[in-house]
């Protein structure tokens, strides 16, 4: 099953992943489930490998959202993405994929050629979401459709992060301050 479509309606806030900016960042969005990751031979073959255990890790990111559980490390959208939005997280931190719900990453892993993941426990991870410039590429290159690209999810990211302005969101200017 690809991403949810409705995955922020669907799930709540499980992590926070920043970027060492200090300004930057994604939600890691839960509970995960176990999904076209956990059927690929190759991807079990890899945890095994490494004595890690194939989990439900979540989703990724808010406006440029990837589907862990459904992301089995092809790379297409590593590859497709003008802007390098998406970076190998191991080629960066080479940690069980859990670990990357509320870590701190500089954006200095690969992004730009597939073939250089560490191995098929490796994710496509949205480090620079904020830098998406709304082509679709990634969407409509990702096998298992792990990759979901929504602006209408910025509300999402704003209520969660607390900085959700309802006036704004309606369209209208506060009301002129009497004299």
Same mark, same amino acid.
């Not at 076209?36 to 406006?63: D, M, N, Q």
């Not at 960066?92 to 597939?114: F, L, R, W, Y």
């Given at each position: 099953?690809?991403?949810?479509?409705?995955?922020?309606?669907?799930?709540?806030?499980?992590?926070?992943?920043? =970027?060492?900016?200090?300004? =930057?960042? &994604?939600?890691?969005?839960?509970?995960? *489930?176990?999904?076209?990751?956990?059927?690929?031979?190759?991807?079990?073959?890899?945890?095994?490998?490494?004595?890690?255990?194939?989990?439900?890790?979540?989703? &990724?990111?808010?406006?440029?959202?990837?589907?862990?559980?459904?992301?089995?490390?092809?790379?297409?959208?590593?590859?497709?993405?003008?802007?390098?939005?998406?970076?190998?997280? *191991?080629?960066?931190?080479?940690?069980?994929?859990?670990?990357?719900?509320?870590?701190?990453?500089?954006?200095?892993?690969?992004?730009?050629?597939?073939?250089? *993941?560490?191995?098929?426990?490796?994710?496509?991870?949205?480090? *620079?979401?904020?830098?998406?410039?709304?082509?679709?590429?990634?969407?409509?290159?990702?096998?298992?459709?792990?990759?979901?690209?929504?602006?209408?999810?910025?509300?999402?990211?704003?209520?969660?992060?607390?900085?959700?302005?309802?006036?704004?969101?309606?369209?209208?200017?506060?009301?002129? &301050?009497? &004299?």
């Amino acid at each position: 099953m690809p991403i949810d479509p409705d995955f922020p309606k669907n799930h709540e806030v499980i992590g926070k992943h920043n =970027h060492s900016d200090g300004e =930057h960042y &994604h939600f890691v969005w839960g509970p995960g *489930r176990t999904a076209e990751a956990a059927e690929k031979e190759e991807v079990k073959a890899a945890y095994a490998e490494r004595g890690e255990e194939l989990v439900p890790l979540g989703v &990724h990111g808010t406006t440029i959202a990837v589907d862990w559980d459904s992301c089995f490390a092809d790379g297409a959208c590593i590859e497709a993405c003008p802007v390098q939005v998406f970076q190998w997280y *191991r080629t960066e931190q080479d940690v069980p994929a859990i670990e990357m719900a509320n870590a701190t990453g500089e954006g200095i892993g690969e992004n730009s050629m597939k073939d250089v *993941r560490k191995d098929f426990t490796d994710k496509s991870d949205p480090i *620079r979401e904020h830098d998406c410039i709304w082509c679709m590429a990634c969407v409509s290159v990702c096998p298992p459709q792990a990759v979901k690209v929504d602006q209408g999810n910025l509300e999402y990211h704003e209520k969660s992060a607390g900085t959700f302005n309802e006036e704004l969101a309606k369209g209208s200017a506060p009301p002129p &301050h009497a &004299h």
